[in-house]
């Protein structure tokens, strides 16, 4: 482990032990909200074994939405769990765990890289800043920045140049999942994982509706919810949303869920880092790490 992350674990370890004298997330109408995207084994079964050692319930999205419609304030210590992309170390690292412990998760899935095998984003960072200068337009470095119509130019043609190893779950793999519903939901990321806000109306519309779309064609269920890719949402995004008909809209706002205040299309969540020691990755999901720095 790094010098950084000795110091992050040591730190997470001081939180974690001041956790019971801090009220974060203790008002019945809250939820921990956590998500993940390609955490490490050890990640993942830390986190989700001391949530399970403090008796906290695991809930499904469905039974989300149905404690938003019932405004149901219970005294249980709920959590949601949801993982970004459809990494294909998932399967290893994350989905025996799920099975094994009977979590219910839901996994927010672009439909583009499960084609291409890669998030476009690995694009542009194998690209040194020469490269991405003779493409673009205008002088934006931030990749996260770019406007869509030059992000598309740029990815065409640096997919001529870079080839990559799959590293996001292929179609195949995504349906393997489905067998197991009961503890599997799949839940929209739209179609090429642009950042929405940096698209034109017309794109909006088109990458939600079409990513949903294809999600219900190839799982034969209504797909309810979708996470904004960077968490990047604005006026004409959520109009979009719920024109497409998703339920329920993930940002990467790090605080808790509460069912009586919250937006159905603004819902936040903690983010877990991949591969962060025990202490640090369990105070950053408890909220007690983004509280502090």
Not at 87 to 105: A, E, G, M, Q, T
Request: charged share 25%.
């Amino acid at each position: 482990m790094s010098i950084r992350g000795v110091i992050g674990n040591c730190v997470g370890f001081i939180l974690v032990l001041c956790w019971r004298l801090l009220s974060f997330g203790r008002r019945s109408d809250n939820i921990l909200s956590i998500y993940f995207h390609n955490p490490n084994k050890d990640v993942f079964l830390n986190c989700v074994s001391f949530l399970q050692r403090r008796g906290y319930t695991f809930i499904s999205e469905d039974q989300l939405i149905e404690k938003f419609n019932n405004k149901d304030e219970s005294n249980k210590k709920n959590v949601f769990i949801s993982l970004d992309d459809a990494w294909s170390n998932n399967l290893l690292n994350v989905f025996p765990i799920i099975l094994d412990k009977k979590i219910p998760v839901t996994l927010f899935t672009p439909i583009e890289p499960l084609k291409d095998g890669v998030l476009w984003l690995k694009y542009f960072r194998k690209a040194d800043e020469k490269i991405l200068t003779k493409y673009l337009i205008g002088s934006n470095l931030d990749i996260k920045k770019i406007p869509n119509n030059e992000r598309v130019i740029i990815l065409k043609e640096l997919k001529k140049q870079y080839s990559f190893e799959r590293e996001i779950m292929s179609i195949d793999d995504l349906l393997k999942l489905k067998q197991h519903n009961r503890y599997v939901k799949i839940g929209g990321h739209t179609y090429s994982h642009p950042i929405l806000t940096q698209c034109d109306s017309n794109t909006i519309k088109s990458e939600l509706h079409e990513a949903k779309k294809v999600l219900e064609n190839l799982t034969k269920e209504e797909v309810n919810s979708i996470a904004y890719p960077n968490g990047d949402y604005n006026n004409d995004v959520l109009k979009c949303v719920k024109y497409s008909g998703y339920k329920l809209a993930f940002t990467t706002e790090q605080r808790m869920l509460n069912i009586t205040s919250d937006k159905l299309f603004k819902l936040p969540r903690f983010c877990i880092p991949d591969n962060y020691g025990k202490y640090e990755s369990i105070a950053r999901m408890l909220g007690i790490w983004s509280k502090i720095f």
